[in-house]
T-cell receptor
Framework: SQKIEQNSEALNIQEGKTATLTCNYT??????LQWYRQDPGRGPVFLLL?????KEKRKERLKVTFDTTLKQSLFHITASQPADSATYLC????????????FGTGTQLKVEL | NAGVMQNPRHLVRRRGQEARLRCSPM?????VYWYRQLPEEGLKFMVY????????ESGMPKERFSAEFPKEGPSILRIQQVVRGDSAAYFC??????????????FGPGTRLTVL
């Protein structure tokens, strides 16, 4: 069966450290993968998109890697801040999937002072 | 540039009533998507529409749910005869052009439906 798995346990890290979140998928052939941030009571906010032929993408303090052999994407936040505390969602679109996004359940990140 | 707008933000209905959720896409966007987020679950795709056309409704329940995106006006997600299990957050997203390399969907703030 198809699955997208993110660590369901909350991730607590200290301010200034690098947060690394994992997204693993099974039985998908993604054309691309996206990461979103969601705060309580709000809609997801787009962060980064990485395509199947890209290994790494960066945006300011954010970095995403995509390993289609391992079927895994890693999302990194460097120099983390308390304002980075939120739930982070990965989503993928399958090749030929017609722009339909399939989401993981998200990982809650808490950055402590 | 206003983002995706949804209204109402909160909607309370009694069992058996109808719920109408509205979504205005970002300016210039002609593709709309509806997703549902149940408590403690991830977002689930429901339907994908372009102006006046339903492109993919593979995630829509077979009964009671319908969606439209008319030539003029917002997209509407309609739930008839609501049941308690319909209580969820419903999110709308929009995008501008479809490209083989992928596209970004921008989400609205959601409508939280509570069925009493």
């Amino acid at each position: 069966s198809q699955k997208i798995e993110q660590n369901s346990e909350a991730l607590n890290i200290q301010e200034g450290k690098t947060a690394t979140l994992t997204c693993n998928y099974t039985n998908y052939s993604p054309a691309y993968l996206q990461w979103y941030r969601q705060d309580p009571g709000r809609g997801p906010v787009f962060l980064l998109l990485i395509r199947e032929n890209e290994k790494e993408k960066r945006k300011e303090r954010l970095k995403v890697t995509f390993d289609t052999t391992l079927k895994q994407s890693l999302f990194h936040i460097t120099a983390s801040q308390p304002a980075d505390s939120a739930t982070y969602l990965c989503a993928l679109e399958e090749t030929g999937g017609g722009n339909k996004l399939t989401f993981g359940t998200g990982t809650q990140l808490k950055v402590e002072l | 540039n206003a983002g995706v707008m949804q209204n109402p933000r909160h909607l309370v209905r009694r069992r058996g009533q109808e719920a109408r959720l509205r979504c205005s896409p970002m300016k210039g966007h002609s593709h709309v998507y509806w997703y549902r987020q149940l408590p403690e679950e991830g977002l689930k795709f429901m339907v994908y529409l372009q102006k006046e056309n339903i492109i993919d409704e593979s995630g829509m329940p077979k009964e009671r749910f319908s969606a439209e995106f008319p030539k003029e006006g917002p997209s509407i997600l309609r739930i008839q005869q609501v049941v308690r299990g319909d209580s969820a957050a419903y999110f709308c997203a929009s995008s501008d052009i479809i490209s083989p390399a992928g596209d970004t969907q921008y989400f609205g703030p959601g409508t939280r439906l509570t069925v009493l």
